[in-house]
């Protein structure tokens, strides 16, 4: 019996030693005033709960790195569980070559291995890779600049995957997401002149809160089955689209779209935009139209000045039943009345072959109030 008290004992004390055990902080610093001058040998030191703590400094060593299906340069591999890769001072810790190198598929910045639990990556800067995040499983990253890359972030995370408080500038694409991704959040996030802002593809749960699109060529694409929600963004100045959804289902609210060079908003093969509350400013276009898309907005702003406030492309709504696009209850600009509503569409109305119908009527006389960010107040938050 004191034999059984004996081990009893002993595993409760090992159990306790386990539980009391602190994670540890290593510090990786160029200067050599921390533990490591490399950041992969930082990483590599770590055991899981750990923080790789990286004081200024260009980074800018690489290393092999293979995942399921190709081996690449990168400059970080994470295969360690529940790490924490925290920058000293976002604007002086600097991971990436002084020059930008797109050659092959590499050199890639921080990436994560498959099957790891998670990984926080916060207060730093990535620069001049192919890719500055790629990102296999759950990962947060918070309070980072992503510049000057082919792609910001690209994801591939079967559990979330949280971008928070940070900044992508001058990518071809700012970020990315695709199979087996889903519930992706992007949270106060500055896209700034970008090819490409966003591409959200095969992508259930997508969530955009609170981030701002400024002088890229164009806002989001969500597409191939997509599913995802925006709330409180804003678009400046864009060149050519604020949003195109492709075969994906988009709910929009409390948002502001800038004027563009082209389409405001493109829906095509039977994409569905659901909203309320947006304010959509002067484009050529602000709706576009084709394959099968369709549209259910309220208690919004459609200022389509001298342009089309909707137009559906000839030929490609010939079936039965007739679409319709629900555009009721919303404000189209200050004196404007049904009969110049109506000569801002292009549906059935117009061209008996389409069998297609906007609904405008009832509509609001006044301005209706809206929730959307301004450019100045996120330009405080979060930088240029």
Same mark, same amino acid.
């Given at each position: 019996?004191?034999?059984?008290?004996?081990?009893?004992?002993?595993?409760?004390?090992?159990?306790?030693?386990?539980?009391?055990?602190?994670?540890?902080?290593? #510090?990786?610093?160029?200067?050599?005033?921390?533990?490591?001058?490399?950041?992969?040998?930082?990483?590599?030191?770590?055991?899981?709960?750990?923080?790789?703590? !990286? %004081?200024?400094?260009?980074?800018?060593?690489?290393?092999?790195?293979?995942?399921?299906?190709?081996?690449?340069?990168?400059?970080?591999?994470?295969? #360690?569980?529940?790490?924490?890769? *925290?920058?000293?001072?976002?604007?002086? !810790?600097?991971?990436?070559?002084?020059?930008?190198?797109?050659?092959?598929?590499? +050199?890639?910045?921080?990436?994560?291995?498959?099957?790891?639990?998670?990984? %926080?990556?916060?207060?730093?800067?990535?620069?001049?890779?192919?890719?500055?995040?790629?990102?296999?499983?759950?990962?947060?990253?918070?309070?980072?600049?992503? %510049?000057?890359?082919?792609?910001?972030?690209?994801?591939?995370? &079967?559990?979330?995957?949280?971008?928070?408080?940070?900044?992508?500038?001058?990518?071809?694409?700012?970020?990315?997401?695709? +199979?087996?991704?889903?519930?992706?959040?992007?949270?106060?996030?500055?896209?700034?002149?970008?090819?490409?802002?966003?591409?959200?593809?095969?992508?259930?749960? =997508?969530? #955009?809160?609170?981030?701002?699109?400024?002088?890229?060529?164009?806002?989001?694409?969500?597409?191939?089955?997509?599913?995802?929600?925006?709330?409180?963004?804003?678009?400046?100045?864009?060149?050519?689209?604020?949003?195109?959804?492709?075969?994906?289902?988009?709910?929009?609210?409390?948002?502001?779209?800038?004027?563009?060079?082209?389409? &405001? !908003?493109?829906? =095509?093969?039977?994409?569905?935009?659901?909203?309320? *509350?947006? *304010?959509?400013?002067?484009?050529?276009?602000?709706?576009?139209?084709?394959?099968?898309?369709?549209?259910?907005?309220?208690?919004?702003?459609?200022?389509?000045?001298?342009?089309?406030?909707?137009?559906? %492309?000839?030929?490609?709504?010939?079936?039965? +039943?007739?679409?319709?696009?629900?555009?009721?209850?919303?404000?189209?600009?200050?004196?404007?009345? &049904?009969?110049?509503?109506?000569?801002?569409?292009?549906?059935?109305?117009?061209?008996?072959?389409?069998?297609?119908?906007?609904?405008?009527?009832?509509?609001?006389?006044?301005?209706? +109030?809206?929730?959307?960010?301004?450019?100045?107040?996120?330009?405080?938050?979060?930088?240029?």
């Amino acid at each position: 019996m004191k034999l059984m008290h004996h081990a009893a004992a002993g595993v409760l004390f090992a159990l306790a030693a386990a539980t009391s055990a602190k994670a540890d902080t290593i #510090v990786v610093a160029k200067d050599g005033s921390g533990d490591f001058l490399v950041l992969q040998d930082g990483i590599e030191s770590a055991a899981p709960g750990d923080t790789v703590l !990286v %004081r200024p400094g260009r980074y800018d060593d690489t290393l092999t790195f293979s995942l399921p299906g190709w081996t690449d340069t990168v400059h970080a591999g994470v295969e #360690v569980d529940d790490l924490t890769i *925290r920058g000293e001072d976002r604007d002086s !810790v600097i991971i990436g070559p002084t020059v930008p190198n797109f050659t092959g598929f590499g +050199p890639k910045g921080i990436v994560t291995q498959v099957g790891i639990s998670s990984l %926080r990556v916060e207060n730093l800067t990535i620069e001049n890779v192919r890719e500055a995040l790629y990102i296999a499983e759950y990962t947060t990253v918070e309070g980072c600049t992503l %510049r000057d890359c082919y792609i910001g972030l690209i994801g591939f995370s &079967s559990s979330s995957l949280l971008l928070r408080d940070s900044v992508i500038r001058n990518c071809v694409v700012g970020a990315t997401t695709g +199979p087996p991704s889903r519930d992706p959040t992007f949270n106060g996030v500055t896209f700034r002149e970008n090819d490409t802002a966003m591409e959200i593809i095969n992508t259930p749960g =997508a969530l #955009v809160l609170d981030s701002h699109f400024r002088a890229c060529g164009m806002g989001i694409i969500i597409q191939q089955g997509s599913a995802g929600t925006m709330m409180r963004c804003t678009f400046d100045s864009l060149l050519t689209n604020n949003l195109i959804a492709i075969d994906a289902q988009i709910d929009v609210q409390d948002s502001d779209f800038g004027g563009v060079g082209e389409n &405001s !908003v493109l829906l =095509a093969a039977a994409a569905t935009l659901t909203g309320v *509350r947006n *304010r959509f400013h002067p484009s050529p276009t602000l709706f576009l139209f084709s394959t099968a898309g369709a549209a259910s907005l309220s208690d919004s702003e459609l200022l389509f000045g001298s342009g089309f406030a909707a137009r559906l %492309r000839d030929g490609e709504y010939t079936s039965d +039943p007739p679409v319709l696009i629900d555009f009721r209850g919303n404000y189209w600009g200050a004196g404007v009345d &049904s009969t110049q509503i109506a000569a801002a569409i292009l549906d059935g109305n117009d061209n008996p072959e389409t069998k297609a119908f906007v609904h405008f009527v009832p509509f609001s006389t006044t301005p209706i +109030p809206t929730q959307a960010i301004g450019f100045s107040d996120l330009k405080a938050r979060f930088g240029n």
